[in-house]
């Protein structure tokens, strides 16, 4: 079977119905709430308090006949070390298979379905990352048109969509007063970071020449990010009652859903580069840093998928054994 093949293989089984009984309606909002904490995609515990807080969300949306709302806090670029950039890969689309395969029972045994709502931190890039504007809307155009792409193979109730935090402010201006109001307030509370997170500031960040006079440039950019993390458009908007959030790897803490970006990676997607992994007579879909793919043998292989448009989708890593 060839990466094409076993590709295509895999989308087509999106599409495939799996035939499950729809339960009872006094027992709809367990189902659900059991297939979306189900182990095969959750990589961490969720406390009891954390999964009375999601099946109260989701009897939320049951009483309205309305999709099971969920929503997916992202970095919303590629990482700029990685050649795929600034555009999507093989890694963006492996994920949102994994997250359809993940609800298509839901959208099974639920009429309204099921909504993840990809929610970017793209408007953060140039002020912590120095990533222009215009690689980020990159980004989000070819992130959209997988959307479009994976719409042949989803559940038809099932509904991807892409917004951003910037989205949550009438302009940028006011997006960028709250901004310097929640740095200023976070300031005073700046303590020194660790060796792990200043590896991952270096990484991410594209340092300019005069900011690397600065001794404490990491400092810096640390403040910057949790001021921007803690921006009134973005956690309140997370954490509507309604709504079930959801990561990539990490621990799970705070009420999110850890799950994987593939059934064999908690890689965050839009970090590293998608890979096929050959093994047992089949194909892996893995996601590897570029640490990992600077350590890895692989080779290329031509490939086509009708409708699946981009500079990263001609040719795919195949890791040598």
């Not at 659900?32 to 999601?54: A, H, M, P, Q």
Request: some cysteine.
């Amino acid at each position: 079977m060839t990466a094409q093949d076993f590709i295509l293989s895999k989308l087509r089984e999106l599409k495939q119905p799996i035939n499950l009984p729809t339960p009872p309606p006094k027992q709809l909002e367990d189902e659900i709430t059991r297939l979306i904490l189900s182990n095969k995609f959750r990589k961490y515990s969720v406390s009891d308090e954390e999964k009375e807080k999601i099946k109260k969300a989701i009897r939320e949306r049951i009483s309205k006949n309305q999709p099971v709302e969920l929503v997916f806090s992202f970095g919303g670029y590629k990482l700029w070390r990685l050649d795929e950039a600034p555009e999507v890969d093989w890694a963006e689309l492996f994920a949102l298979m994994y997250f359809a395969k993940w609800l298509k029972p839901i959208c099974e045994i639920y009429a309204p379905g099921a909504h993840i709502d990809c929610f970017s931190d793209d408007c953060f890039l140039p002020i912590i990352n120095n990533i222009p504007e215009n690689e980020t809307a990159k980004y989000q155009q070819s992130f959209n048109d997988l959307i479009l792409f994976m719409e042949n193979y989803m559940p038809q109730n099932l509904r991807i969509t892409f917004s951003r935090v910037l989205d949550q402010y009438k302009n940028k201006q006011e997006f960028l007063t709250d901004f310097e109001k929640q740095k200023k307030e976070l300031a005073s509370k700046q303590t020194g970071l660790t060796d792990q997170r200043k590896a991952t500031i270096e990484l991410n960040v594209k340092t300019t020449p005069e900011q690397t006079k600065d001794n404490l440039w990491r400092e810096k950019v640390s403040l910057d990010h949790h001021a921007l993390m803690a921006v009134s458009g973005r956690r309140p908007y997370m954490k509507m009652p309604h709504k079930i959030h959801f990561i990539v790897g990490g621990d799970g803490r705070n009420g999110r859903i850890a799950t994987g970006s593939t059934r064999n990676s908690i890689m965050k997607f839009w970090v590293g580069a998608g890979t096929l992994r050959l093994g047992d007579g089949s194909y892996k879909m893995t996601i590897l840093s570029p640490n990992q793919l600077a350590k890895t043998n692989f080779d290329f292989e031509n490939i086509r998928v009708d409708d699946l448009v981009g500079k990263n989708f001609t040719k795919i890593r195949i890791v040598k054994q």
